[in-house]
């Protein structure tokens, strides 16, 4: 029986396996899908289906830059756990996921997943490649990719729990620009903050935080008529909180961002400005599965 790409199509969507695996196992089943299926549950080629349920929270963030960063690239891949974040086979397979998107034009995961990897076939069919051959649930969740005309230069904290890019809009390639770019994206991955600067900020994040200090100061039994000079205050504390360029330098008390960017302009003689920045932390807004060890071996030995 002939073997179509339709059918090829069908087996991928029900084990997860890559397409050749795919194509091979339903021409030794003569077309035969059920045969098939056994096939490749018989070579563990369908693995990937088995795991799709699972949470996959660990993993790892990492990033790739070009040789005069003007294009960077970060990208997140989990896996389920922490152990196989730190296996060397894993982590050569997130460095070519960084490369892919660092020399691709992918615009979104689908785009990406259907890229060439460089062991010839599409990205989506190694990495169900590596989930058969590591047995956990694994995934290629985000990515991003920054070109400039300035510099852009990134940070790693925690062996890749934290990866941090930042843009640098400048016309100075003095390798103190880059040094400026690795100690802000350090900041950042420190400090997380939400927006670059104060014109960054939602309006409705402003009215908001307003409304709850407001009500705040008069639940504290502050008088009216001076609650309003209070929230000001308040809010600006919080605002040096959550922009860059107003906190505290990590590294030097003394200065804010805004300060030490006007430092480093100063001395290479060239106008700086943070146009962007992205922070990736591994697993963040992925609802992990508490599991309890004692009761799952109880589970087993049932």
């Not at 990866?163 to 103190?176: F, I, Q, W």
């Not at 935080?209 to 502050?222: D, S």
């Amino acid at each position: 029986m002939a073997v179509t790409a339709q059918m090829v199509k069908e087996l991928r969507e029900a084990t997860g396996a890559g397409m050749m695996d795919c194509k091979k196992a339903l021409t030794e089943a003569d077309g035969n899908m059920e045969r098939a299926v056994d096939i490749l549950r018989e070579k563990g080629l369908s693995k990937a289906a088995k795991k799709a349920d699972r949470v996959a929270a660990e993993g790892l963030v990492t990033i790739k830059t070009n040789a005069d960063n003007t294009l960077a690239a970060v990208v997140e891949v989990n896996s389920e756990t922490d152990f196989v974040a730190k296996n060397q086979d894993f982590k050569d397979f997130v460095a070519d996921v960084a490369e892919m998107v660092l020399e691709g034009d992918a615009a979104d995961l689908d785009a990406l997943l259907a890229s060439n990897h460089k062991e010839g076939k599409a990205l989506k069919d190694v990495l169900n490649d590596r989930v058969a051959t590591i047995g956990e649930k694994l995934d290629v969740r985000r990515f991003e990719r920054i070109s400039t005309k300035g510099k852009v230069a990134g940070y790693i904290h925690g062996g890749g729990k934290i990866g941090v890019l930042v843009e640098l809009a400048t016309d100075s390639n003095d390798e103190r620009v880059l040094t400026l770019g690795r100690d802000i994206a350090m900041q950042v991955a420190a400090m997380n903050p939400k927006y670059i600067s104060r014109d960054d900020v939602d309006p409705e994040y402003i009215a908001h935080e307003t409304e709850i200090l407001t009500q705040q100061a008069l639940n504290e039994g502050k008088p009216a008529n001076i609650v309003e000079k209070m929230v000001v205050g308040r809010l600006n504390k919080e605002l040096k909180e959550v922009c860059l360029v107003d906190q505290v330098f990590v590294k030097d008390s003394e200065l804010t961002i805004s300060k030490l960017i006007a430092k480093v302009a100063k001395e290479v003689a060239s106008d700086i400005s943070i146009a962007s920045m992205v922070r990736y932390e591994v697993g963040e807004g992925i609802e992990k599965r508490e599991e309890n060890f004692a009761e799952e071996v109880a589970k087993q030995m049932k």
